[in-house]
């Protein structure tokens, strides 16, 4: 855990199920904001910082997809955790889809919940003056792990956690054939399908991100993984 308290935003209409999470995760030390709808809870991100947002989905005024695509248009990279009733497939997707760390389904168990916090915490870049620097030559590009930052020439573009998770590990086992549930444990910690359909969004984005550099391809092995070819 960081030595400074991590702030939350916890976007949740269910009052009773808010303020019970609010006591239960300042309890563990974080420091915690309870908004009771998505246009609260945005302003609050507009006006104060945060480290980590937890999300609900189904939420007056705006619910939770739209309060993270809002979130993402100003902040590319903090964590997002969705915490809902939904249990469908296609929600699921959609939240990985924008970005989302992870997701927890109601009705859960407050430890889990904090399990799944602390695993996104162990994975965000420490800052500070001690926080040591990481670039890695990628082809054309330079990518800055510590930064989360992907540059070619002057143009620099800002990955979010998950991605640059991901492409650092295809860096380190560029050119070798690595298997999809090597990834996922190494990531995610588990083998599981959403995490799969997850993975795949990611690594779409990440070969357009990639796409200017000829000598770079992430390569579909069929039934196996991927192999992140790196020429030259």
């Not at 480290?51 to 705006?62: E, I, N, Q, T």
């Not at 992870?102 to 695993?119: G, N, Q, R, V």
């Not at 800052?127 to 510590?146: K, N, P, R």
Request: hydrophobic share 40%; net charge negative.
């Amino acid at each position: 855990m960081p030595k400074e308290k991590l702030k939350i935003l916890l976007a949740e209409d269910d009052l009773n199920l808010g303020v019970l999470l609010v006591d239960y995760l300042q309890a563990e030390g974080f420091d915690v904001l309870l908004c009771k709808d998505g246009e609260l809870a945005l302003k609050a991100f507009h006006s104060q910082g945060f480290d980590l947002c937890l999300l609900d989905v189904m939420m007056p005024k705006m619910d939770g997809f739209s309060l993270a695509k809002a979130i993402r248009l100003k902040n590319e990279t903090i964590p997002l955790i969705f915490i809902t009733a939904k249990s469908f497939k296609a929600d699921k997707l959609k939240g990985y889809g924008l970005g989302a760390d992870d997701y927890i389904t109601k009705p859960f168990d407050e430890e889990e919940l904090l399990w799944k916090i602390k695993a996104v915490v162990r994975r965000m870049p420490e800052t500070g003056s001690d926080a040591v620097e990481e670039l890695t030559a990628i082809g054309q590009y330079v990518f800055d792990f510590t930064k989360q930052c992907l540059t070619l020439g002057t143009t620099n573009r800002r990955l979010t956690e998950k991605e640059s998770e991901i492409l650092r590990y295809l860096s380190n086992h560029r050119n070798k054939v690595i298997k999809r549930e090597e990834i996922l444990i190494a990531l995610w910690g588990a083998n599981d399908y959403f995490f799969g359909r997850s993975l795949d969004v990611f690594i779409t984005k990440l070969r357009k991100y990639l796409s200017q550099d000829p000598d770079l391809s992430i390569e579909n092995v069929f039934g196996v993984g991927f192999i992140f070819n790196v020429r030259g």
